[in-house]
């Protein structure tokens, strides 16, 4: 039997809807705005405030989050998908203090199974959740189905946004899809790639200005990363900033973002089940247009 006509929520070691784990996506609209280096180092930070953390990289077909934290996954959702593999055994617990799900790699064969690889992240959830306080969704670019069912599925989103005028577009059509759609998801905007601080806010509040007038809706602001050096330098040597460097400018700002984060508005108790949040994704795009 394909993963894909399994019932997930009914496989063993899933648990009824109790002690969820809040689902926090990160998502951007554009490419190249800084989603996994924020989900990478975000986690690693929440992770210190008591929080067992489950990083997922749900960019599924150019998936980097094991780049970024120089780890060499063993095995992948492939593995999982043609059934040689428990999805336990893909869960890397990283040095960083949280654990990892990979995205696939040698994807050239996984072309057409992204709804098995999308189940399997669900299923992750479903299984895995009670083992975890957080888990943060890396997602990849774009509004494509995929995407949209972790952004509308999510307890929290965390929005990256630069001053480059096609991400602030791609941002307000991301928000604008989940104000129609899920009102009540609180979104949190990070600007980044940033001159100054004060850029960085103006953005946010160009962006909160749109969405009041708009959509007749708010979004939060997280913080404003500038344009670093060390980001792109820790990148190369694939080690998270946090770690490389602790006690710089972007870290400082990370953990008031990561605080900020904190302090979010929490809807988890009256969300829905997993099995109704995170449905196959032609449904998200029929809903999305409604
Ligand atoms: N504040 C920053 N200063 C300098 N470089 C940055 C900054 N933020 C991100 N970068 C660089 O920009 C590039 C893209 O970042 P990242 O991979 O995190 O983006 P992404 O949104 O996940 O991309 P994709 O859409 O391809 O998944 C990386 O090389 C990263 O080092
Ligand atoms: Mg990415």
Do not use: W
């Not at 609209?29 to 990289?57: E, P």
């Not at 960085?200 to 007749?216: D, I, P, Q």
Request: aromatic share 6%; net charge neutral; hydrophobic share 40%.
């Amino acid at each position: 039997m394909k993963l894909s006509d399994k019932n997930i929520f009914s496989l063993p070691g899933y648990k009824s809807n109790k002690h969820l784990p809040e689902i926090m996506t990160v998502t951007s609209g554009k490419g190249g705005v800084g989603k996994t280096t924020i989900s990478v180092n975000l986690s690693i930070l929440l992770s210190r405030y008591k929080k067992r953390v489950l990083l997922v990289d749900a960019d599924i077909h150019l998936g980097n989050v094991d780049f970024v934290l120089g780890i060499r996954p063993k095995y992948t959702m492939a593995d999982v998908i043609a059934g040689d593999i428990d999805l336990r055994d893909i869960i890397i617990k990283c040095s960083q203090g949280i654990d990892v799900l990979p995205a696939s790699s040698a994807l050239q064969d996984l072309m057409e199974k992204e709804e098995d690889i999308l189940k399997t992240i669900f299923n992750a959830f479903a299984i895995l959740g009670d083992k975890y306080d957080l888990i943060v969704v890396d997602t990849g670019a774009g509004i494509s189905g995929s995407v949209m069912s972790f952004v509308l599925g999510a307890d929290k989103v965390i929005i990256m946004v630069t001053p480059d005028p096609a991400s602030i577009a791609d941002a307000y059509g991301m928000i604008k899809i989940i104000k129609q759609t899920h009102s009540d998801i609180p979104i949190m905007i990070i600007t980044n790639m940033v001159d100054t601080s004060e850029e960085g806010e103006s953005l946010y509040k160009k962006m909160e200005l749109m969405v009041h007038r708009f959509l007749n809706g708010s979004v939060i602001y997280g913080g404003a990363i500038l344009k670093d050096n060390l980001i792109s330098n820790s990148i190369r040597q694939q080690r998270p900033l946090v770690l490389n460097h602790p006690n710089s400018t972007s870290v400082n700002i990370l953990k008031i973002i990561a605080r900020r984060y904190l302090q979010l508005p929490n809807l988890g108790e009256n969300k829905a089940s997993f099995s109704d949040r995170f449905v196959p994704y032609q449904d998200i795009i029929i809903g999305a247009g409604e």
